[in-house]
Structures are given as structure tokens and as C-alpha cells.
């Protein structure tokens, strides 16, 4: 059974989202598993699921590598998981030819393409980094408005009538550690 895959990083790429799940469906995947989440992050429920719904035979099937992994350590770990429950992985969009891990020569060019996806990130949050710098020094980037600080006041009224600070972050939509800051200062 081909088993699809489709990630995006953000809630605003709900485009990206739909092309990849159309692409998925016209390979033959009879089972999607889609989400909105960073490959950063430590998991991801719909991958997981994916994986577990997955029998001996079955093939993961991806868009793209980067949909699936952010660095080559990653997608070898999840290619050996795989391959280790005799479940095969596909890429499809090398140049027409999709990649398929049951194939060595495959193999070894989505391994390099792990690496070159990886470079790129590197590249790409190197280049933010000295966007944000060079905005620093010109007295550009702010940051993020401090929004706990600014209702300050609120939260001192509202420990004046006895409230704690779980119920005054409910109350005020910030967080409780902010408000022990504030209360603290």
C-alpha cells in the first residue's frame, strides 16, 4: 500500500499543503497523513501516526525530501526505521523519476540530496542571522513588542482584588511566568 506524507512548516502555506496531498494522490496513495509542522521540532503526530499505521511491504511516499527530514542524520534514521520493518520510502519529485530507498543507486542520491537540503537550510539561516545583526546595528530590529509588560498595570489591579497569577494570565491572555515576573519587579 502506498502511504503519503505532506508537511508544511506553516499554517500559511495551506497552497503548499494541497499541491503536495494532489501530487500524493496522483502517485496511487491510498492513505494520506498531513500536517502543519516544523521539521525542527521534536515530533511530529502526523509522521508518527503515519509510521505506525505502516505494515511490512508498505511505501511512505513524499513530495520532497525536506518534507520528510531537515538534515541527512534524520532521514537516515527514518529510512533505517523503515527499512527495518521491510517498509520501502519514494520520493517524487526528482526530475520526473521518483527516488525509491529499495534501490541502492537511489539510496545513495536522496542521501546526497539530505545533504544538499541540509547546506541550504545552514546557508539560509546563516544569511537571517546577519540580516538581524546588520538590523541591530542600524537600530532597525526591535524585536517583539514586550506584550506582559505593557498590561503591567492590569495585572496589579487584578492582584489588588485577590487573583492569582494563573488566574490573572487566564484573565490578561499572557503567561503565568510573566506575571510572576511583573508581580516580582
Known amino acids: 500500500m502506498l ?3 505532506a508537511r508544511t512548516s506553516t499554517a500559511e502555506q495551506e497552497a ?3 499541491a503536495q496531498e494532489r501530487d500524493l494522490c496522483a502517485a496511487g496513495c491510498e492513505r494520506l497523513f498531513s500536517e502543519q509542522a516544523s521539521a525542527t521540532v521534536a515530533t511530529r503526530p502526523r509522521l508518527v501516526e503515519a509510521l505506525a499505521y505502516m505494515r511490512d511491504g508498505d511505501v511512505l511516499v513524499v ?3 525536506d518534507r520528510l527530514a531537515r538534515s541527512v542524520s534524520d532521514l537516515l534514521g527514518i529510512i533505517t526505521q523503515l527499512e527495518s520493518r521491510q517498509i520501502g520510502l519514494r520520493v517524487l519529485s526528482m526530475g520526473g523519476v521518483p527516488l525509491d530507498t529499495q534501490r541502492p543507486t537511489d539510496r545513495l542520491m536522496l542521501t546526497m540530496l539530505g545533504a544538499i537540503a541540509e547546506f541550504e537550510r ?6 537571517q542571522r546577519e540580516g538581524i545583526a546588520k538590523a541591530h546595528a ?3 530590529y526591535k524585536g517583539r513588542k514586550p506584550t506582559a509588560r505593557a498590561k503591567a498595570g492590569e495585572v496589579w489591579v487584578l492582584r489588588g482584588e485577590g487573583l492569582g497569577p494563573s488566574e490573572i494570565a487566564r484573565r490578561l491572555g499572557i503567561g503565568r511566568s510573566s506575571v510572576r515576573r511583573i508581580l516580582a519587579a
Open 3 to 5: 502511504i503519503g506524507y
Open 122 to 127: 545552514a546557508l539560509m539561516l546563516e544569511r
Open 138 to 140: 542600524a537600530g532597525k
Open 63 to 65: 513530495t520532497k525530501p
Open 16 to 18: 503548499g499543503l494541497a
